[in-house]
Structure formats: C-alpha cells, structure tokens
Nanobody, 113 residues
C-alpha cells in the first residue's frame, strides 16, 4: 500500500491548512484511518482517527481545532486544521489506526509568525 500526503506548508498562528492523504488500496472503506505527526526531536504521535463507522477521536491538544474526514470513493483521508499554533509544527503522516502500512513521506506543516 502506498500513501501520499499533501497540503502542508507555512502558516501564521491562527491560520488554517487542509491536509489530504491518498491511499492506493482496495477496500479503503474497511480501514480505521489516522493522522499522525512528528515534531523535531519528538516521537511520532497520534493526532486524529476515524473508523469505518465515521466515529472520530482526537488528541487533547487538537480537539476542537482539527477535523478528520474520509472520502471512500476517492480513497482519501483529510485533516482540516484550524487555529494553528506553533506547537502544531511537525511532519504529518497518515496511516491506518494500527499503523500497519508503510509510512509515506509525510507533509511538513510549519506554524510561525
């Protein structure tokens, strides 16, 4: 399975970005999907997840600011990020909630004034 993340960039605090991830997999709709991030010098952490029943979960640090969604027809999982803060700076990755696919290159998000 190959995943390709996109949509990152440089944003000022308080701004918004929308990340997308395409997965080249059949039966995309059976997977619980997730977004992860890794900041410099830190371990990769789970940011948000969505299961096949569209139930979502978020890390406390992003709750109320980030929204995860899926488009099964397009095999895409999206992360809408609002009210960005400098501590959101990281490389963002998508994978299954079990993280059992090969990791993609990720997409860099930098929040800075």
């Amino acid at each position: 399975v190959q995943v390709v993340e996109s949509g990152g960039g440089l944003m000022q605090p308080g701004g918004s970005l929308r990340l997308s991830c395409y997965a080249s997999v059949e039966s995309f709709n059976i997977y619980a999907m997730a977004w992860y991030r890794q900041a410099p010098g830190k371990q990769r952490e789970l940011v948000a997840s969505i299961n096949p029943g569209y139930i979502t979960n978020y890390a406390d640090s992003v709750k109320g600011r980030f929204t995860i969604s899926v488009d099964n027809a397009k095999r895409t999982v999206t992360l809408q990020m609002n009210s960005l803060q400098p501590e959101d700076t990281a490389v963002y990755y998508c994978n299954t909630l079990q993280a059992n696919w090969r990791w993609g290159r990720g997409t860099q998000v930098t929040v800075s004034s």
